[in-house]
C-alpha cells in the first residue's frame, strides 16, 4: 500500500462547477499537508498549506484536514478553463520544507 | 526576482552514461531538495542538501549523489544511467517555510 492515494482521474467538468479533490495516507505521523497545480512540462507550484487539522480558505480554493480519517480535501468554487493541470497532494511529518511524500495528482479539464 | 531555475531543460543519454543536472535557488533560499517525476507519477524525494551537506536523503541507490556549493546552488549527479532514470528532475528550494520548485529538466535515456 502506498503511503499517499489519490486517484489519477481524469476529472473533467464544466466551467462554473464546483471541484472536489481528494488523498487519503496511512502514516499518521504526517502533520503538514500541501495541494500543488502543475501544469504540462512544468515544475508543480503551491496552492495550500494546511498544519494540522481543519480548514484552510484562498480566495476560490478551500483545503481540508481531517486526521482522524487520513483524508485531506481540495475544493475549487467556480472552476475556469484556466484550473485545467494535474492537482497533487503532498504530505509531511518534518515540515513542509523538507521530505515530502506525494500522491500520483489528479487530472483536470475544466471545459468552457 | 528570478525563482528556481534548472539547466538543462531536455537532456538525452544513453544506458551506463553519466549525468549532471544542475539547480540555482531562489534569492534567499538555502536549502535544495531534488525529486524524481517518472510520467504519470507524483515526485519522489531523492535528497535534500542545506549548508552543503546532505540533510535527508530518500530511498535512491548511491548512482544518485549531489552537491551544494557555498553560493546556494546544487547539483545531482547520476552514474551509470538506466532506462528506468528517465523522468523529470525536479529541483525545489527553500528557507524555513515551503518550497518552490523549478521546471524540471526531463532526461530520456535511450
Known amino acids: 500500500q502506498k503511503e499517499v492515494e489519490q486517484d489519477p482521474g481524469p476529472l473533467s467538468v464544466p466551467e462554473g462547477a464546483i471541484v472536489s479533490l481528494n488523498c487519503t495516507y496511512s502514516?499518521?505521523?504526517?502533520?503538514?499537508f500541501m495541494w500543488y497545480r502543475q501544469y504540462s512540462r512544468k515544475g508543480p507550484e503551491l496552492l495550500m498549506y494546511t498544519y494540522s487539522s481543519g480548514n484552510k480558505e484562498d480566495g476560490r480554493f478551500t483545503a481540508q484536514v481531517d486526521k482522524s480519517s487520513k483524508y485531506i480535501s481540495l475544493f475549487i468554487r467556480d472552476s475556469q478553463p484556466s484550473d485545467s493541470a494535474t492537482y497533487l497532494c503532498?504530505?509531511?511529518?518534518?515540515?513542509?520544507?523538507?521530505?515530502?511524500?506525494w500522491g500520483l495528482g489528479t487530472s483536470l479539464a475544466v471545459n468552457p | 526576482d528570478a525563482g528556481v531555475t534548472q539547466s538543462p531543460t531536455h537532456l538525452i543519454k544513453t544506458r551506463g552514461q553519466q549525468v549532471t543536472l544542475r539547480c540555482s535557488p531562489k534569492s534567499g533560499h538555502d536549502t535544495v531538495s531534488w525529486y524524481q517525476q517518472a510520467l504519470g507519477q507524483g515526485p519522489q524525494f531523492i535528497f535534500q542538501?542545506?549548508?552543503?551537506?546532505?540533510?535527508q536523503r530518500g530511498n535512491f541507490p548511491d548512482r544518485f549523489s549531489g552537491h551544494q556549493f557555498p553560493n546556494y546552488s546544487s547539483e545531482l549527479n547520476v552514474n551509470a544511467l538506466l532506462l528506468g532514470d528517465s523522468a523529470l528532475y525536479l529541483c525545489?528550494?527553500?528557507?524555513?517555510?515551503?518550497?518552490?520548485f523549478g521546471p524540471g529538466t526531463r532526461l530520456l535515456v535511450l
Open positions: 525545489a528550494s527553500s528557507r524555513g517555510e515551503t518550497q518552490y
Open positions: 502514516n499518521s505521523a504526517f502533520q503538514y
Open positions: 503532498a504530505m509531511s511529518d518534518t515540515g513542509n520544507n523538507r521530505k515530502l511524500i
Open positions: 542538501y542545506y549548508e552543503e551537506e546532505e540533510r
